[in-house]
């Protein structure tokens, strides 16, 4: 059986002020927020798997090393400023690393990053990011997608992201 991909940002385990997104106001506090995503993320996600985090993993060295922890799969951390508390944390674990601020999924004809590119390498490659400023804009740059937690309740695999995009174009074709 292969190995599942996903991708994912902005799970913001730890972070107070994540319970003010519209998205987790019926969380009572920070660690019913963190039981959730932990919980959702183990659903999906089996100890072979690997997950890119394209950034927004944690708020604090704490709340990082305790989500790392419990959670399944293979974690690639891409370098984000907003994670600084994954540099000293992620090195402990061997199930994680930390890759650069753009990579690719050649296999999956896909480019990374936690902000939104205007441009990308690969003539019809596609391009998930994460940065909350965008939720979806698939009307606006063709073949890109927001991969943030929030706007799926969920990890998402690429192929998903994939076959939503595909079916965007077809259903906006003039």
Same mark, same amino acid.
């Given at each position: 059986?292969?190995?599942?991909?996903?991708?994912?940002?902005?799970?913001?385990?730890?972070?107070?002020?994540?319970?003010?997104?519209?998205?987790?106001?019926?969380?009572?506090?920070?660690?019913?927020?963190?039981?959730?995503?932990?919980?959702?993320?183990?659903?999906?996600?089996?100890?072979?798997?690997?997950?890119?985090?394209?950034?927004?993993?944690?708020?604090?060295? @704490?709340?990082?090393?305790?989500? =790392? %922890?419990?959670? $399944?799969? #293979?974690? *690639?951390?891409?370098?984000?400023? &907003?994670?600084?508390?994954?540099?000293?944390?992620?090195?402990?674990?061997?199930?994680? @690393?930390?890759?650069?601020?753009? =990579? %690719?999924?050649? $296999?999956? #004809?896909? *480019?990374?990053?936690?902000?939104? &590119?205007?441009?990308?390498?690969?003539?019809?490659?596609?391009?998930?990011?994460?940065?909350?400023?965008?939720?979806?804009?698939?009307?606006?740059?063709?073949?890109?997608?927001?991969?943030?937690?929030?706007?799926?309740?969920?990890?998402?695999?690429?192929?998903?992201?994939?076959?939503?995009?595909?079916?965007?174009?077809?259903?906006?074709?003039?």
């Amino acid at each position: 059986m292969e190995n599942k991909i996903f991708i994912t940002a902005n799970l913001f385990f730890g972070r107070k002020q994540a319970l003010k997104l519209p998205k987790r106001t019926n969380f009572k506090d920070v660690n019913e927020m963190n039981v959730f995503i932990g919980t959702q993320w183990n659903k999906q996600v089996s100890p072979n798997d690997i997950v890119y985090v394209l950034g927004g993993f944690a708020h604090d060295p @704490i709340s990082c090393n305790n989500s =790392i %922890e419990r959670l $399944n799969g #293979n974690i *690639v951390f891409l370098n984000c400023a &907003l994670d600084k508390s994954i540099h000293d944390v992620a090195k402990m674990y061997t199930h994680t @690393i930390i890759a650069g601020e753009i =990579i %690719e999924i050649p $296999n999956k #004809n896909s *480019v990374l990053c936690y902000y939104p &590119l205007e441009v990308w390498q690969g003539k019809n490659s596609y391009h998930f990011f994460g940065s909350e400023k965008l939720t979806t804009d698939l009307n606006r740059i063709k073949n890109r997608m927001n991969v943030s937690f929030d706007n799926f309740g969920r990890l998402v695999t690429p192929e998903e992201c994939i076959e939503m995009i595909e079916i965007f174009k077809k259903t906006t074709r003039n």
